[in-house]
Structure formats: C-alpha cells, structure tokens
C-alpha cells in the first residue's frame, strides 16, 4: 500500500530538548515536504527536498532542520523547541503525480 | 507570488442539498489547482486537482470543482450533501513550473441531518 508514515504521531516534550520527527514514503518519491498546522492559519510549508541531499526553506523553516540521506526519509528536526512550535505536523511526497500524498500528521506539545 | 483565499470559515448545509466551498486563487503563470479534505484526527487526503483542459473537473466522492480564470476561482461543489461529508476542506495552488503548494485557511464543512 502506498503510504508516508510519521513517528510519533503524539509527542509532548519540555523546552529545549531535541526532538526529531521521522517521515517515511514507500512510492520512490523525490519530492518531499513538511508542513505545519495551526488553526486559522491553514498549512504553511516548513522545508522541502526535491531529491536526496537537495532541501531548501519553505515559508516558516525558522526553529527547524532537515536532512535527506536517503530517498524515502525525510526527518524533521527541532534542535530546541519552544512553546511557539507547538502544532500539528504533516509530511508530504510526490511522485510524477501532481498532487501529494500527506502522512498521518504528528501532534506535538511543547511544555 | 501565490496566495489562495477561502472566504469562509465554516459551510453549513442540510444534508441532500447542494454544497459549495468557495477558493479564489492568486498566482503569477498558469495554476495547478487542488482541493484536499482533512477528516477529524487524520491526514490530507487529495480530492481533485485541475491542470488544464475542462474546467470542470470530477473527483473523489462525487465532488467536482470548477475553474473559473477570469474570476480566478476553484469552488468545490457537490449536488447532493453527505453528513459523512463533514470536514474540513483546503484549496491549494501550485504554479506548474514550481514546488511549493500554497494552502488555503481552510473551511469547516458541517452537513446536517
């Protein structure tokens, strides 16, 4: 079944301690993206990586870091995280289709 | 620049009337055009997508948008509501040539029995 997976999907975590969020997509995608949501605000995009080793900032990338070693993995990286970043996280791929597919979102709570 | 607009925050209807979620659309070059549906606790999941060619297009569960470029607008419509359509739904707009996908606020759609 194609499908991008997200771990944690709930995290609730202290100020200041590193955290990462894993995303896995299983369709060969190259593209791949991070979003973040919070209400009213819609999704906004955090980072993108148009293929391994290429990422580049998306609208609100400030508090966060990416990496991508490999094609199907694209982890989130919050080196200190802050009450601000509390929110509802969701990845993304797409292949040669024109949409993408999204992960099941990771809700977390920074304390 | 791309911006998508939804004008409005929620959409009440009866169920078995029709149902139309409004987005209007900024972008400088040709648009590629998404609707997505977010049901509670879960993820995006992709609904229809205009590219080019009709202006109607058909997607998943018996919604269909329209794309309108003179009024720069892709509202989501469906003739018959669901109370199982209840959700929320985002426009989303990509300029062919780029990467980024730009997200409307969303709209919250309650159907009722």
């Known amino acids: 079944e194609a499908q991008v997976t997200q771990n944690p999907r709930y995290l609730i975590t202290v100020t200041g301690k590193k955290l990462t969020v894993t995303c896995s997509q299983n369709?060969?995608?190259?593209?791949m993206s991070w979003y973040r949501q919070d209400p009213g605000l819609g999704l906004r995009q955090i980072y993108y990586?148009?293929?391994?080793?290429?990422?580049d900032k998306g609208d609100v990338p400030e508090g966060y870091k990416v990496s991508r070693k490999e094609k199907r993995n694209f982890p989130l990286i919050l080196e200190s995280p802050s009450p601000n970043q509390t929110s509802l996280y969701f990845c993304?791929?797409?292949?040669?289709?024109?949409?993408?597919?999204f992960g099941p979102g990771t809700r977390l709570t920074v304390t | 620049a791309q911006s998508v607009a939804q004008p409005e925050d929620q959409v009440n209807v009866a169920e078995g009337n029709p149902l139309t979620v409004k987005c209007t659309y900024s972008?400088?070059?040709?648009?590629?055009l998404f609707w997505y549906v977010q049901y509670p606790n879960r993820g995006l999941q992709f609904l229809l997508k205009?590219?080019?060619?009709?202006?109607l297009v058909k997607g998943s569960y018996g919604f269909e948008a329209e794309f309108n470029k003179s009024q720069t607008s892709f509202h989501l419509k469906k003739p018959s509501a669901l109370v199982s359509d209840s959700a929320l739904y985002f426009c989303?707009?990509?300029?062919?040539?780029?990467?980024?996908?730009?997200f409307g606020k969303g709209t919250s759609l309650l159907v009722t029995p």
């Open positions: 993304a791929s797409r292949g040669s289709d024109t949409w993408q597919y």
């Open positions: 989303a707009v990509r300029v062919l040539s780029g990467y980024a996908l730009n």
């Open positions: 205009y590219i080019t060619g009709d202006n």
């Open positions: 990586s148009m293929n391994v080793e290429v990422t």
């Open positions: 369709m060969n995608h190259e593209y």
């Open positions: 972008v400088s070059g040709n648009p590629y």
